[in-house]
C-alpha cells in the first residue's frame, strides 16, 4: 500500500507501542514499514510524526492493516 503523507520528510521515531514493525529507508524521507501484529495507523503515524488521518485519507479510508503488510510512506511531492 503506497502512503504519501502530506509532510515535508519524514522521520521514523522509532519502535513505540502499536508501532513495532521493521522500517527500512529507502531514500531522503522514503520508508518501507512492514506491519506487526498490534500495530495501528495511530501509532504509526505518531512513530513518523504524521497525523493518523494522513496516513488513512492516503490509504484509501481503509481502517484495517494486518501484520506483514507492506507499507511504503514516502514524502508528498
Do not use: C, W
Amino acid at each position: 500500500m503506497q502512503v504519501t503523507p502530506n509532510r515535508a520528510v519524514l522521520q521514523d521515531g522509532g519502535s513505540r507501542r502499536f508501532a513495532t514493525g521493521h522500517a527500512t529507508k529507502e531514500g531522503d524521507g522514503h520508508y518501507r514499514y512492514v506491519v506487526a501484529r498490534g500495530d495501528t495507523l495511530e501509532g504509526i503515524a505518531t512513530r513518523f510524526g504524521v497525523s493518523p488521518n494522513a496516513l488513512q485519507s492516503e490509504s484509501r479510508g481503509e481502517l484495517e492493516i494486518f501484520a506483514g503488510e507492506t507499507l511504503q510512506l514516502t514524502t508528498a511531492a
